[in-house]
């Protein structure tokens, strides 16, 4: 009689354990799906006010750089995530000008992988005045990198609202990338100094307007440095990024906030972009308006994105590896 009591016990254990588990799986499942869309009309929003006339160029140390940073402190505390640092601020100095990175933390919920760090970055600042053009000489950088601003605003609304990255991630927006990384140097360092466990960094430069006959939406620099652009499209489950030879010829690898994290960690540090010489003729010009933007294709990109981001956070190992 025991004997068949206990192997009545069993059996209803393992037909309990097995529906938790089916549940938690569906319930996985269903955070998947629910993986909030960013639509174009934010993208546009976004992009609108960061390329406006009243921020002025955004160069580093001006008004209109300030009015950006408090837009993103905004849009951070409206998605709940909290500051990295006491403030959301990361000051540094700038070739004698005071300026700063804004920083936001969306912790990790797994005990141990929330240990580990993933960066989602992009440059916010630009040059400020160009040459002039029909009376305006207001370079507005929509494309260098208002752009890549909005891409991680985006994201980090997306992954915000899910609330279920196992690994923790900052959202950075850097300060002084114009002037020769200099923000993107200065945090590398300092979360050098505090000895976190970096396990990638993923950046948006440039990514307003598709690329010219290609069959992926974005190429990777650094592409044959490690296995991210493979992982990504896995991720994806599509051809997501590919290589630009472009992309190599001009080193662009170094070009951007990617490298000096990738300095300091030795670790797979990768700057996503759509600019391929060929399909925009408005670098560092006073025509890089917003209104030379396609919303269309970056919500798509970014909406291309946002689960990737989730499956980097989420992998039970440390996937993306250099070669």
Avoid: W
């Amino acid at each position: 009689m025991i004997k068949h009591f206990f192997y009545i016990f069993i059996v209803v254990l393992f037909v309990n354990c097995k529906q938790d588990t089916t549940a938690q799986t569906s319930a996985n499942t269903s955070q998947e799906i629910t993986l909030e869309k960013t639509d174009s009309k934010y993208v546009a929003e976004i992009m609108n006010f960061l390329a406006s006339d009243e921020l002025e160029g955004r160069d580093t140390g001006s008004k209109g750089l300030e009015k950006a940073a408090e837009r993103i402190e905004e849009e951070f505390k409206k998605y709940g995530i909290p500051p990295y640092f006491d403030t959301y601020r990361d000051n540094f100095d700038a070739k004698g000008v005071a300026t700063y990175n804004v920083v936001g933390y969306l912790k990790g919920v797994d005990k141990e992988l929330s240990k580990e760090l993933v960066i989602v970055g992009a440059h916010f600042d630009h040059i400020g005045k160009g040459k002039e053009v029909n009376n305006d000489t207001i370079a507005n950088g929509a494309n260098d990198n208002a752009a890549g601003s909005t891409a991680v605003l985006a994201l980090a609304k997306q992954l915000a609202k899910l609330k279920n990255n196992k690994r923790s991630i900052l959202f950075v927006l850097f300060g002084a990338e114009e002037k020769g990384l200099l923000g993107s140097k200065h945090l590398a360092n300092v979360l050098k100094e505090k000895g976190v466990d970096l396990y990638t960094m993923v950046n948006f430069e440039m990514i307003g307007v598709p690329l010219n006959a290609k069959s992926y939406q974005a190429y990777i620099t650094g592409y044959e440095l490690s296995n991210m652009a493979d992982k990504i499209n896995e991720y994806a489950g599509s051809e997501l990024v590919g290589f630009l030879p472009k992309a190599k010829e001009y080193q662009l690898f170094k070009r951007s906030d990617n490298y000096p994290f990738y300095q300091a960690f030795k670790v797979p540090c990768q700057t996503i972009s759509t600019f391929d010489f060929t399909n925009y003729d408005y670098y560092h010009h006073v025509d890089d308006e917003a209104s030379e933007m396609d919303f269309e294709f970056m919500t798509s990109l970014i909406n291309s994105s946002a689960p990737v981001l989730m499956k980097i956070a989420n992998s039970q190992t440390k996937e993306i590896t250099l070669k």
